[in-house]
């Protein structure tokens, strides 16, 4: 019952979040998440706009990593703060849960946790704090303009707001959004937040499946 409030809770917040969407972010960013928001479980054939792109971070052992760390495997992208009070531990749960649902496909997916709050979430706090959801997860974060650039390839919405004086009374709303990445970087689906784990270790071990079917047809090598 405990965690189906929390998903309630975190859905509500959700909504209230993107009641803003247009005021808060530039135009061309809020009508490519709403496109992806307005559609649960879309498809990129469905969606005239790109998801995803280059980048450089820092991962939890403070080296850089960028998209090409990471070529060749899945990616299950998620945008959060550490101090996240409730769409952040729900997400990371149903990631970690999802992994376990995949079995041995869980070796073909990497999820990602990138910071929207890097002033805080240092790349040691980050590590810390995807650890103890899974080992798997990798927590990103980097310069408030690594952030931001990465943040709007994805079309992630995220702003500060105060909730007291001191200059670290502040939480981060932003958008509660999984991005399913292939082993090439393109954009497969989305799921939100929520999602249950098991629906989406379907549709991932659907995906990794279709893509290798598809890849045999064209005589391409399989990942």
Not at 37 to 55: D, H, Y
Not at 56 to 63: A, N, Q, R
Not at 81 to 100: K, N
Request: charged share 20%; with cysteine; aromatic share 8%.
């Amino acid at each position: 019952m405990a965690a189906n409030r929390r998903r309630g809770e975190a859905l509500m917040r959700r909504r209230s979040i993107f009641s803003d969407l247009g005021r808060a972010i530039p135009f061309g960013i809020a009508v490519a998440t709403a496109l992806v928001l307005s559609q649960p479980l879309v498809g990129a054939a469905n969606l005239p706009v790109t998801i995803g792109g280059p980048f450089t971070l820092t991962s939890p052992e403070g080296t850089a990593v960028t998209e090409q760390t990471y070529r060749g495997q899945w990616l299950l992208v998620y945008f959060g703060f550490t101090s996240c009070p409730d769409s952040c531990p729900t997400a990371l749960l149903e990631i970690s849960a999802t992994l376990e649902k995949l079995g041995p496909d869980a070796d073909k997916l990497q999820p990602l946790f990138i910071t929207v709050d890097p002033q805080r979430d240092t790349p040691t706090v980050m590590g810390n704090y995807t650890q103890s959801f899974d080992s798997k997860i990798v927590g990103l974060t980097g310069t408030p303009q690594q952030i931001a650039a990465v943040a709007q390839d994805y079309g992630v919405y995220y702003a500060p707001r105060k909730n007291g004086p001191g200059a670290d009374d502040y939480v981060m709303d932003h958008s509660t959004y999984l991005y399913l990445m292939d082993a090439e970087g393109k954009f497969v689906r989305g799921f939100d937040a929520d999602t249950p784990g098991e629906r989406i270790a379907e549709a991932v071990r659907s995906a990794i499946a279709k893509a290798r079917e598809n890849a045999s047809h064209q005589g391409r090598p399989t990942q």
